[in-house]
């Protein structure tokens, strides 16, 4: 059963910086592309980065590019999302999700096939 574990969420101050982890199990890593999306509340999914482990491509959103950086560490099937000067509008539920090949840098949820449960990110003001 493919599985995406995250890790890392939790409350930081403005300016602060987290480092988010998401955790492959169940599928070919090395086959999928692993992107990070966030969710405020009442707000759509928005796609904010993505890696593929094929061809090593990678992919910053304009709203978080200069303080987000994402890499993938084959041997552990983890994809990490490094977050620098957080600001309380980065506040949301960040999910992983998997889709095969490379990447696709307009990010629809629709277009991935497995997602992690989400860990929570809030940054206080």
């Known amino acids: 059963e493919a599985q995406l574990v995250e890790f890392g969420g939790g409350l930081v101050q403005t300016g602060g910086s987290l480092t988010l982890s998401c955790t492959a199990s169940?599928?070919?890593?090395?086959?999928?592309?692993i992107a990070w999306f966030r969710q405020a509340p009442g707000k759509e999914r928005e796609g904010i980065s993505c890696?593929?482990?094929?061809?090593?491509?990678?992919y910053i959103a304009d709203s978080v590019k200069g303080r987000f950086s994402i890499s993938s560490n084959y041997a552990k099937k983890t994809v990490y999302l490094q977050m620098n000067s957080l600001k309380p509008e980065d506040t949301a539920v960040y999910y992983c999700?998997?889709?095969?090949?490379?990447?696709?840098?307009?990010?629809?949820?629709?277009?991935?096939?497995?997602w992690g449960q989400g860990t929570q990110v809030t940054v206080s003001s």
């Open positions: 999700a998997a889709r095969p090949g490379i990447i696709v840098t307009t990010m629809v949820p629709s277009f991935y096939d497995y």
């Open positions: 890696i593929s482990n094929v061809d090593g491509g990678s």
């Open positions: 169940g599928f070919t890593f090395g086959d999928y592309a």
